[in-house]
């Protein structure tokens, strides 16, 4: 499968140990098949052992959550803590809370974030967490028990130098605003220990929109590179209804571009005339009720249960739900529709196989771990004003993103041209991220 011998030799090592994490295999394998280039040019990368070290994660921590239910049931979930690589800053990454969740999928979203961390060009390592604790029809008070209990352990473990959360799936602003009050009642500290605040308390500016804006100022870059062309006029097909989806699609609005499809976990919705996203925000942000309640109101739209979006003819596909949520089926679905470009606000929503599949058919693929950046790049901008007891603007906060992204654009590509492979943002994205870090590792010794 690999062309050198060392990242084989590297992979199958990690495959015999780790048989039991293959979306943490895929995210590796995915990484390893794009670096070879640099592996070739850079020996000393073997020589240091940099693969073998760069796959484990620094720590791994694992604790119990005991927390008593609405009806004083005890009830015990599992945290997580995967602090991956800090060698170009303190680790870096959100926390999710889902049923689905667990180890594999926390190492594999822990791995991606120290390259995406390193493509963002500013001081940040790469971790994640979370928890298979499901927000979902629990009770506000539940909720606030539940993150005072996770972080009553995780406190320990963490510091605005040493590790930093912020939010992901199931953790939006009511539940990091929760790990902050328990984190500074324990520790009676006050610090940038987590992103995603509020602005009564530490919270950046265009924090909230970051991913999904960035995403879509990522794509806007590349469609102009790329096409010489933009989101005027296109229909965008996006995924999801949370934190990213929402924000995604707005930016692609404000851009020109006509949103026709949002979704859940339970169906997706499709108005052709255009999503209201005042009614997705009432019904996702306000009520936190279901997608399917859309159509009430809406006489141009349906709603089709159980199925992805990916079946609604678009020229822009911007998956922002989870992992693996464009198979290959959903590949040649959107490759027979005239698809034009997908870009992953997701982490990982695109598997091996959908990803070559639309490469080999000329889609121009946005890999996450650059598309999906802005994110973390404005959760580092709201540590540097932490550290520095400052509030940017609006519109200061929202510049810097716009230059992160375009940036981010260009180092990938120039990373790309440097090994004769064009102007590959896939390819580019996965060595440019590595170089990086593999740059401070080495220069830091056998650490
Ligand atoms: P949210 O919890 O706010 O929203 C997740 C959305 O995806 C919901 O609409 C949810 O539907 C849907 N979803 C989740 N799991 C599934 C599933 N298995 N099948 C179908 N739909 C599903 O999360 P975010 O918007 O924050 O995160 C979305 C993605 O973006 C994740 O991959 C995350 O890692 C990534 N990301 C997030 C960043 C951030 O800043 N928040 C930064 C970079 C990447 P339902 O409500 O029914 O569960």
């Given at each position: 499968?690999?062309?050198?011998?060392?990242a084989?030799?590297?992979?199958?090592?990690?495959?015999?140990?780790s048989?039991?994490e293959?979306?943490?295999?895929q995210a590796?394998r995915?990484?390893?098949?794009?670096?070879?280039?640099?592996?070739?040019?850079h020996?000393?990368i073997?020589?240091?052992a940099?693969?073998?070290?760069?796959i484990?994660?620094?720590?791994?921590?694992?604790?119990r959550?005991?927390?008593?239910?609405?009806?004083?049931?005890?009830q015990?979930?599992?945290?997580?803590?995967f602090e991956f690589n800090?060698a170009?800053?303190?680790?870096?990454?959100?926390?999710?809370?889902?049923?689905?969740v667990?180890?594999?999928?926390?190492?594999?979203?822990?791995?991606?974030q120290?390259?995406?961390?390193?493509?963002?060009?500013?001081?940040?390592?790469g971790?994640?967490?979370?928890?298979?604790?499901?927000p979902h029809?629990?009770?506000?008070?539940?909720?606030m028990r539940?993150?005072?209990?996770?972080?009553?352990?995780?406190?320990?473990h963490?510091g605005?130098?040493t590790?930093?959360?912020?939010?992901?799936?199931?953790?939006?602003?009511?539940e990091?605003?929760?790990?902050?009050?328990?984190?500074?009642r324990?520790t009676?500290q006050?610090?940038?220990?987590?992103t995603g605040?509020?602005?009564?308390?530490?919270?950046?500016?265009?924090?909230?929109?970051?991913t999904?804006?960035?995403?879509?100022?990522?794509?806007?870059?590349v469609?102009?590179?790329?096409?010489?062309?933009?989101?005027?006029?296109?229909t965008?097909?996006?995924?999801g209804?949370?934190?990213?989806?929402?924000?995604?699609a707005?930016k692609?609005?404000?851009l020109?571009?006509?949103?026709?499809?949002?979704?859940?976990?339970?169906?997706?919705?499709?108005?052709?005339?255009?999503?209201?996203?005042?009614?997705?925000k009432e019904?996702?942000?306000?009520?936190?009720?279901?997608?399917?309640?859309?159509?009430?109101s809406?006489?141009?739209?349906?709603f089709?249960?159980?199925?992805?979006?990916w079946?609604v003819?678009?020229?822009i596909?911007?998956p922002?739900?989870t992992?693996?949520?464009?198979?290959?089926?959903?590949?040649?679905?959107?490759?027979?529709?005239?698809?034009?470009?997908?870009?992953?606000?997701?982490?990982?929503p695109?598997?091996?196989?959908?990803?070559?599949?639309?490469?080999?058919?000329e889609?121009?693929?946005?890999?996450?771990k650059?598309s999906n950046?802005?994110?973390?790049?404005?959760?580092?901008?709201?540590m540097?004003?932490d550290s520095?007891?400052?509030?940017?603007?609006?519109?200061?906060?929202?510049?810097?993103?716009q230059?992160?992204?375009k940036n981010?654009?260009?180092?990938?590509?120039?990373?790309?041209?440097?090994?004769?492979?064009?102007?590959?943002?896939?390819?580019?994205?996965?060595?440019?991220?590595?170089?990086?870090?593999?740059?401070?590792m080495?220069?830091?010794?056998?650490?």
């Amino acid at each position: 499968m690999f062309q050198t011998e060392y990242a084989q030799r590297v992979f199958d090592a990690l495959e015999s140990r780790s048989s039991h994490e293959p979306e943490f295999l895929q995210a590796v394998r995915e990484v390893l098949l794009s670096i070879e280039p640099v592996l070739t040019k850079h020996p000393e990368i073997e020589r240091n052992a940099i693969l073998e070290r760069i796959i484990e994660p620094d720590r791994q921590i694992k604790f119990r959550v005991s927390w008593v239910d609405d009806a004083g049931k005890v009830q015990v979930n599992r945290g997580y803590r995967f602090e991956f690589n800090s060698a170009i800053g303190p680790y870096k990454g959100g926390l999710r809370f889902h049923s689905s969740v667990n180890a594999s999928i926390l190492k594999f979203l822990g791995f991606e974030q120290v390259f995406k961390n390193s493509l963002t060009g500013l001081w940040m390592g790469g971790g994640k967490g979370g928890s298979d604790f499901d927000p979902h029809g629990r009770s506000e008070a539940e909720v606030m028990r539940f993150c005072q209990a996770f972080m009553t352990e995780l406190y320990r473990h963490i510091g605005p130098d040493t590790d930093v959360p912020a939010g992901d799936i199931g953790v939006g602003g009511r539940e990091v605003a929760y790990l902050f009050g328990q984190y500074r009642r324990l520790t009676n500290q006050f610090n940038g220990v987590i992103t995603g605040k509020g602005l009564a308390f530490g919270g950046s500016l265009v924090r909230t929109e970051a991913t999904g804006y960035g995403l879509c100022y990522y794509t806007q870059e590349v469609l102009r590179l790329a096409m010489n062309d933009s989101f005027d006029g296109k229909t965008v097909a996006v995924s999801g209804s949370g934190n990213v989806a929402i924000f995604a699609a707005e930016k692609a609005s404000q851009l020109g571009g006509k949103v026709v499809t949002m979704s859940d976990s339970s169906g997706y919705i499709h108005d052709p005339d255009g999503i209201d996203l005042n009614l997705i925000k009432e019904i996702k942000l306000n009520r936190r009720a279901r997608i399917a309640e859309y159509i009430a109101s809406r006489p141009s739209a349906s709603f089709v249960e159980g199925h992805k979006v990916w079946e609604v003819k678009c020229d822009i596909a911007l998956p922002c739900a989870t992992q693996n949520e464009i198979d290959q089926a959903d590949a040649t679905m959107l490759i027979a529709a005239g698809c034009k470009i997908v870009a992953e606000g997701a982490n990982m929503p695109t598997t091996p196989e959908a990803i070559d599949a639309l490469r080999a058919a000329e889609v121009v693929f946005c890999p996450g771990k650059a598309s999906n950046a802005g994110g973390v790049a404005v959760s580092g901008l709201e540590m540097a004003q932490d550290s520095a007891r400052l509030a940017w603007t609006f519109d200061e906060v929202d510049a810097k993103l716009q230059t992160i992204m375009k940036n981010i654009v260009a180092s990938t590509i120039a990373a790309s041209n440097r090994y004769g492979l064009g102007n590959d943002l896939f390819l580019g994205a996965n060595i440019a991220g590595f170089e990086r870090v593999v740059e401070a590792m080495l220069a830091q010794g056998v650490i």
